[in-house]
């Protein structure tokens, strides 16, 4: 699918912003990932939220710190699986 | 050697691909664990019973298919079950019919943008952590798979043996509480006028 940059703008804001997780997560089809893209490139209504969103997805991904079991979890998880018979 | 394995040699091999594939996970199993039972010592009882179960239905296991995914799958059960005998002894409060339909009928349309200048003005994280600790179960369990995780909604819904359209829903309400949180935040700490934090 191809469209024009007129056709770009005209997308309706409504729906890109209703679309805007959805194309944050990837999970839209390569020609709505494209429109989206195109028309956030050029609508200065837009963009705000869509920054807004990024910024929000990014510092909620960035929570997860590497929290390693402890290891008395660690242990006790092996001690089982020997009980049951793995070898290790 | 006609090629068949003794079941001592194909035991061995079996012992060593469970170590090789499923223990690695053993830090990301206990995240996820911790991230729905909010308390240490019960991920831990889940953790431990998670890899019990992985080892004894390891013949189950596809070879080449994500390890991890099948893990936070036995590891999302083991919790549900252990809930569920919690729910017996105390009304555990949350009623997730009523939650499930409140996350349906939320829309995403709503303008938020003034607030890009809270995200980017203190370190979140503590604040974020603390919000996604008190989001509704269902809710958290999306977002955590999601967004902190990394899954895409079709792994997420896997995991947790709901519609994929189940997961865009809960995620997308469960999102918009950490805003809600967040910006509450803000105000608190004077980050944000109360206009301003009028969404
Ligand atoms: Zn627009």
């Known amino acids: 699918m191809f469209l024009t940059e007129t056709e770009i703008v005209a997308m309706d804001c409504t729906d890109v912003v209703r679309q ?34 990024r910024t929000f997805l990014e510092a909620v991904a960035a929570t997860r710190r590497e929290h390693p079991a ?9 001690a089982k699986l020997r009980k049951a018979g793995l070898e290790v | 050697m ?3 394995l003794t079941a001592g040699e194909s035991h061995r ?16 199993v206990y995240r996820f664990a911790l991230s729905m039972t909010r308390d240490e010592s019960d991920a831990d009882d889940v953790v431990q019973e998670t890899f019990l179960r992985a080892y004894r239905s390891w ?12 893990l936070f799958t036995i590891c999302r059960n083991v919790f549900l079950r252990l809930r569920e005998r ?9 009623d997730d019919a009523q939650l499930e339909a409140l996350a349906s009928g ?8 003034e607030h890009t200048d809270i995200l980017s003005h203190v370190d979140l994280a503590p604040a974020l952590e603390r919000a996604i600790g008190e989001l509704p179960e269902v809710f958290r369990s999306a977002v955590v798979l999601v967004d902190v995780e990394g899954m895409a909604y079709n792994e997420a819904a896997s995991v947790l043996g709901v ?3 189940t997961i865009r829903s809960r995620l997308f309400r469960g999102r918009r509480l950490l805003q809600e949180s967040l910006v509450m935040f803000a105000r608190d700490a004077g980050l944000a006028t109360r206009a301003a934090c009028e969404v």
Not at chain 1, 37 to 51: I, K, S
Not at chain 2, 59 to 70: V, Y
Not at chain 2, 86 to 94: A, C, H, K, L
Request: net charge negative; charged share 35%.
């Open chain 2, 2 to 4: 006609d090629g068949t």
């Open chain 2, 86 to 94: 919690e729910r017996r002894r105390v009304d555990y409060g949350g």
């Open chain 2, 106 to 113: 939320q829309e995403i349309v709503g303008s938020i943008g």
């Open chain 2, 59 to 70: 013949h189950t296991f596809e070879p080449g298919s994500e390890c991890r995914k099948w």
């Open chain 2, 13 to 28: 091999i079996d012992s060593r691909r469970f170590e090789v594939e499923a223990l690695p996970w053993l830090d990301d």
């Open chain 1, 20 to 53: 805007l997780w959805d194309y944050l997560d990837g999970e839209l089809t390569d020609e709505s990932m494209d429109a989206i893209r195109g028309h956030l490139a050029q609508c200065r209504q837009c963009y705000p939220q869509f920054d807004f969103e």
């Open chain 2, 163 to 165: 519609p994929v359209g």
């Open chain 1, 70 to 78: 402890p290891n008395m979890v660690r242990r006790k998880v092996l």
